[in-house]
């Protein structure tokens, strides 16, 4: 009876030092390199709409918005993922000296397909719960008009609100800034209401 060969697991250290050099992106769990997925029109207009819009709010501020090219780390579970947004404000906090690994997000955005959606709920929302400095989590549909926000309150639980119309105004008072869901999906195509 043959037997496989066990797969060894990867520790952060030897991910990081592959992915600094990959020409794809791939996120770490527990030991293991998962590669990410390409995405569609809708989803990388939805997320340029987002960086110009709170971009221009926050253009005078110590905040940056950042796409899906800045690698967050999850320190108590040694987690690496990319966020399809980030924002941070004030003092930034980055794992090393290379200064492509943000330890500490404000707000957080993800964009929702049919095959990240689950994942983005739950496990991926589970997991951002754990990096301290995250106030705000906001889920955004890119077949639908349909954006959900999380806020977490001073008793570590999360305050849950959604809008479902373009004249709706989502506002982050973590970071003193409001997005329109009209701006949201400006030249998105097939979006329903």
Not at 74 to 81: A, L, S
Not at 128 to 143: G, M, P, R, T
Not at 153 to 165: A, G, K, L, V
Request: with cysteine; hydrophobic share 35%.
């Amino acid at each position: 009876m043959s037997t496989l060969p066990k797969r060894s697991l990867l520790t952060p250290e030897e991910y990081l030092a592959i992915e600094r050099k990959a020409e794809f992106k791939s996120e770490y769990y527990q030991g293991e390199m998962l590669a990410m997925a390409g995405a569609l029109k809708p989803h990388n207009l939805i997320v340029s709409n987002v960086i110009r819009v709170l971009g221009n709010q926050l253009l005078e501020r110590d905040c940056n918005v950042y796409p899906s090219d800045m690698r967050i780390k999850i320190k108590k579970i040694e987690k690496y993922t990319y966020p399809d947004v980030t924002v941070t404000c004030g003092k930034e906090i980055f794992e090393d000296d290379y200064v492509d690994t943000l330890l500490n997000p404000i707000v957080i955005f993800e964009i929702l397909s049919h095959c990240t959606e689950a994942r983005d709920r739950g496990e991926k929302f589970q997991h951002y719960q754990f990096i301290e400095s995250l106030v705000e989590y906001i889920l955004i549909a890119q077949d639908r008009i349909r954006v959900e926000q999380y806020v977490r309150q001073s008793d570590r639980t999360w305050m849950y609100s959604q809008y479902q119309n373009l004249e709706d105004i989502v506002k982050f008072e973590s970071i003193n800034c409001g997005l329109s869901l009209k701006d949201i999906y400006v030249k998105v195509p097939n979006v329903s209401g």
